[in-house]
Structure formats: C-alpha cells, structure tokens
C-alpha cells in the first residue's frame, strides 16, 4: 500500500508541475503534437519548463533529486535551459531547519554546537539532496565544516526503492529484453550505495581512503585535495571535516580571473578519474560540479578539491583489467579485440561470431574518433551501442553502472571546462602506461613484492608439510595403491608394445620373403 501512495503522489507531482506537457514537447511525432495541444488547452504552463522540472524533483525527494543532478551535466543531451536550472540541485536544495540540525548534532555528539565549537554558522553553506555542511571553527582555531543528515531520510528513501522494486519486476516480466540489462540487480546495487551514503562515518572512511591514496608520498598529491577527517567529531548522523577554500569547477570565468589554466584543468580531471579507476580500484562516484572545487590558493593553485565521499565505487583486479584492456581496444580502433574480450568475460553468448559483433562495433565508434571532446557524446556513443547490444544479447554489469555514471559525469565537466579536449587522446597514454607496468617485467616485480611477505612465512614451513603429508599413515596405502595401479598399467602397455613389435616384425619379414621369391 506504501509503495501505491508513492506512485499515486509521484504522479500527483507529475501532473501538478506539468511534466506531461514537458515530455510531450519532447516528442517530435504528429500524435504527440496533438496530445500537447490538448493538454495545454485551458491551462498553459506560466512558469519556464527548467523550474518546472527541478521543482518536481526536488518535492520526489533524494532519489530524483539525484537523477536531476547527473541530467545537470550532460549539456549536450538535454536543452541548455532546463540543465541550467537542474544544475541548482547540486548545491541550492532548499534546507532543513538550522534548529533541527543543532538539535542532530547535540544527539549525536553529546553537547550543543555552540559548546562544541567555538563559532558555529547557523545558516548552512550547502544544503544537497542527504545533508547540509555549516562552516564552524574549533577551538584550537581549525577551520571546519560540519555535515549534518537530513532527518528522517532513511523512510523516504525505503519507500521509493520499495516502488523501484516493483517497477523493475513488472518491467522485467512484461519486456522479455530488459531482462538482459538486469533492472532488478541495478536497482539493488543502487540500494546499497544510498544506504551507504546515509551512514556519514562510512563516507568519513571513504574520506579518509581517498586522501591516503592522493597523499603526499604518492606522488599525485598535485592532483586532488582531500579534505582531513576531525573522527573525533564524526558520528553515523554527524561528520567533520577540514574546510577547504576553493572555487566550484563549473565557475569558469572565475577560475580564468584565479590564473587556473582551463585545458590543464581540464586535462588533470581525466587523469584523475582513471588514477582513481585502475590505479586504485577505488574513485569518487558523485563527480558532479556541486562536489568539486578547484583551489585558487597560491601555494595550491589549481588543484582539484574532493567534497561529499558518501558515493564510492570499487573494483575487482578482474574487473580492471578487462575495462582497460576494453578502452585500450578502442582507442586503437582494435574491434575485433573488443569483440573477443565480450566473449571471453561472459557478457555475450560463448557461440556469439566475432566478425558480426565486430563489425556492429565497428560501425558504432568509427563515425566518434578524431574529433575533439565538442562534437563527441559518450552518451550518444553508449546509446547507439546499447541499441546495436539486442541484437547480440549482451548483460549489463551491475557492479560497472556506478563506473559508466561516474565516466559521464567525467564527460560533462570535461565538456564544460575545454571543448577542445580529445577524450581520446588524454586517456590512451595512460591507459598504455598502466598496462605495460601491468604485463611487463614492472609488474611482475610489483606482484611479487606484494606476495613476498606471505612467501617468508609459507616457504620454511614447505619442507615439514610435504614431509608430514607422506608419511601421515592413513595416506600410505592410497599412495601404495595409487603406485600399484601406475605399475600395473605400465605393465600393460609393455605387453602390447611386445606384441606390435613382434606383428610389425612379422609382416616386414614375410614381406622380404615374397620380394626374395619373385
């Protein structure tokens, strides 16, 4: 019954906010003309379709709000205005209550902030679909922000994955080709990182992760700033951290007046997300303009700065070799490599030909390279290849959906920073340095000094169990029998041997008797 009232109130909202008339406007079709003009009939929408559509999001809640979020980024795939607009989700939701964050705070830490800071800003500084940060200053005078939960987020979000739920098993059993993209998993995949996101010690560790693996004895520290975690003041409701100064990655014109150099910028952003993804195994899944910032500090001007944790993505050695050799494949316009790592993974059938997949891959990337990132849509790329997928029954991976937003979200920033920039052509050194330390005399190294410490231990101890499990006596009479059956065996493959030896020396014999007689 929850999960009804939940349909019935979205498509409530829907209708209160005029989204039928939003997505008919859309729809270049004769019937779907007339369907608008009788909607809008009596009742033109007066307020713009980009407000209209974030208003409806923002009263669905912390799901839509999401999905307005990463709409927000991609430019080229929704009209200038109504991206705009959505863009205000990334940082401008309307707030909670100051008083009822102070009173979460005093529930999770034991004392007002007041008491716990020496100067707390009541008014919040970003307010996002699952929290909201007040800037505060410690006692000890460190600057720091403070992220509250938004009360009674855990309901909200149970009820629309409960309704997700539902949709993708009635999409699952009515359409027998959605059961390939696997709705029902990606909507659980999509539950667990929700829930992750609302446990706020749980992001700090993401936090924390994140600014080791970008540490300064990384050697990638000129990367990306990750702000410290203060766990002292960290709880599942409550999470502070360093403040950081920088400016948000989407104001260009302000990055331009810091002496930020913008292809640079944008140059370093790709090279961090495929950092994060191979290198680490371990990225920033919420990459979208609202969690990035760029510092314009002297001493760290242009810099990446890292906000918002509560969104991670992770991957098996298994899963990053085979995405990269997957990119490396079609950076070099390798189709039939393509091809063949779909059918090795499992992804399409094992009696799929390789010369169909390839030419449909073909046909897809080819029209794509050699043109700068400003008339390249991913988007379009992964829309054509999912269509040209059906004919090939390939499954989506719900463990990769998190990596495929994340690399779209990429894409649009990208997009946003430097036009010019050739996807391409930043990725495809890296990818092939990653590689080479992969597969090369590097990497065997590097494997074998992971191993190293667990071989110190194992290798004395070698001598004693190989000795131990020969002379266990519950093992001898296997062993016994085992050699019994070999002897046997060998004893009869002597006979046979014997008695083809004394056939073949029969018949040469009678042969050179004939060739006497004649």
Not at 9 to 23: H, P, S, T
Not at 275 to 299: E, L
Not at 384 to 398: A, D, G, K, Y
């Amino acid at each position: 019954m929850l999960t009804l009232f939940r349909f019935v109130r979205i498509v409530f909202i829907a209708l209160r906010y005029r989204l039928d008339e939003l997505v008919l406007s859309s729809i270049k079709h004769p019937i779907a003309h007339c369907l608008l003009r009788i909607v809008r009939f009596g009742r033109p929408p007066r307020v713009p379709r980009g407000v209209r559509l974030r208003l409806a999001l923002e009263s669905l809640g912390p799901i839509f709000v999401k999905f307005g979020q990463v709409l927000s980024t991609r430019r080229d795939l929704i009209p200038l205005d109504v991206a705009t607009e959505l863009a205000l989700l990334q940082d401008r939701v309307p707030p909670f209550p100051s008083d009822k964050a102070a009173a979460c705070i005093e529930a999770a830490l034991g004392s007002s902030p007041h008491q716990l800071f020496r100067h707390f800003e009541v008014d919040p500084v970003a307010s996002a679909s699952i929290a909201q940060v007040h800037f505060a200053v410690m006692h000890d005078g460190r600057e720091v922000a403070v992220k509250v939960l938004r009360p009674g987020m855990l309901g909200i979000i149970e009820k629309d994955l409960a309704l997700m739920r539902v949709l993708a098993s009635v999409v699952e059993r009515l359409a027998p080709d959605s059961r390939r993209l696997k709705p029902r998993e990606v909507v659980a995949e999509f539950n667990k990182y929700l829930h992750d996101e609302l446990d706020l010690v749980r992001e700090a560790a993401n936090c924390s992760q994140l600014r080791r693996n970008f540490g300064p004895d990384t050697g990638r520290a000129h990367l990306l700033m990750v702000p410290e975690v203060v766990w002292e003041l960290t709880t599942t409701t409550v999470f502070t951290m360093e403040r950081m100064h920088g400016i948000p990655v989407s104001h260009i014109d302000r990055l331009r007046a810091a002496g930020v150099n913008i292809g640079e910028l944008a140059r370093m952003g790709v090279e961090i997300f495929f950092t994060q993804v191979f290198a680490d195994g371990f990225f920033h899944a919420d990459m979208h303009p609202g969690n990035i910032y760029v510092s314009d500090s002297p001493d760290t001007l242009g810099r990446y700065i890292a906000l918002d944790f509560g969104i991670v993505g992770s991957l098996s050695e298994h899963d990053k070799n085979y995405l990269a050799q997957n990119f490396l494949a079609f950076f070099r316009r390798d189709y039939r490599r393509v091809a063949q790592l779909h059918i090795e993974s499992g992804w399409v059938p094992a009696g799929t030909r390789e010369e169909e997949l390839e030419g449909a891959v073909r046909a897809v990337c080819e029209p794509y390279f050699d043109r700068p990132l400003a008339e390249i849509s991913l988007g379009q790329v992964l829309l054509r290849l999912f269509q040209t997928s059906r004919r090939f029954n390939v499954e989506i991976q719900p463990q990769l959906v998190l990596l495929q937003k994340t690399l779209l979200n990429v894409e649009g920033m990208g997009r946003e920073l430097d036009p010019a920039l050739d996807l391409w052509k930043t990725a495809k050194p890296f990818l092939e340095k990653w590689m080479r330390e992969r597969v090369g005399l590097a990497g065997l190294r590097q494997r074998l000094d992971k191993e190293a410490a667990q071989w110190v231990q194992i290798l004395p101890e070698l001598p004693r169990l190989v000795h131990g499990n020969l002379s266990r006596p519950d093992s001898l009479p296997q062993i016994k029998q085992e050699i019994d059956q070999l002897r046997r065996a060998q004893e009869h493959t002597n006979r046979l041997l014997m008695v083809f030896a004394a056939t073949v020396a029969v018949a040469v014999g009678v042969a050179i008797w004939a060739l006497a007689g004649q």
